[in-house]
């Protein structure tokens, strides 16, 4: 069993229910990875797991997706030594008005980090909006995959975790029992 499926349980991140996601479907698992900011030795393990798969990966920085993925960056980026950006939701309307915070110039390669995946509308909300200004993403580092179909994202993803749907909890669920 994935050891980090069984952080996410522990700390009570997995819910089950009748959930409406942000990309309007339904479904029967709702996670909520921000809980593990108040678990810093869980978001050490998860950090670090990350920067070892970006560490493999060719990239001149990364980027967290706000808000869950911006921890989850900043972790990975402090581990290894990886550059990191920031991307804003929105560009800021006063002083520099950047869209895109710290160094990078374009034809940098960039990895985007998020905590969920689900349809990938988000993700490349943010892919597009770093590759209008010049920069290239080629690989996208989720902590936990939920999507249930092959996502066409124009880049490569890697995932800690993923869950389909409640079937795939009945192991976690009778470990704790």
Request: charged share 30%; net charge negative; proline share 3%.
């Amino acid at each position: 069993m994935n050891r980090f499926l069984k952080i996410l349980y522990e700390i009570g991140c997995i819910k089950t229910g009748n959930f409406i996601l942000k990309s309007g479907k339904k479904s029967d698992v709702y996670v909520d990875i921000r809980k593990i900011i108040s678990h810093p030795d869980h978001l050490l393990d998860v950090s670090m797991e990350i920067s070892n798969i970006a560490k493999e990966l060719p990239a001149d920085k990364i980027c967290g997706i706000p808000y869950g993925g911006i921890p989850l960056a900043t972790g990975a980026s402090i581990l290894k030594e990886i550059p990191m950006i920031q991307i804003r939701k929105k560009t800021k309307d006063h002083g520099m008005k950047n869209l895109v915070e710290g160094k990078w110039q374009p034809g940098d390669r960039v990895i985007l980090i998020d905590d969920v995946i689900t349809t990938g509308s988000s993700l490349l909300e943010y892919k597009e909006k770093l590759e209008y200004i010049g920069l290239i993403v080629e690989h996208v580092i989720v902590f936990v995959d939920r999507s249930q179909e092959d996502l066409d994202l124009g880049c490569t993803l890697h995932s800690l975790v993923k869950i389909d749907n409640l079937e795939d909890l009945k192991e976690l669920e009778n470990y704790y029992e």
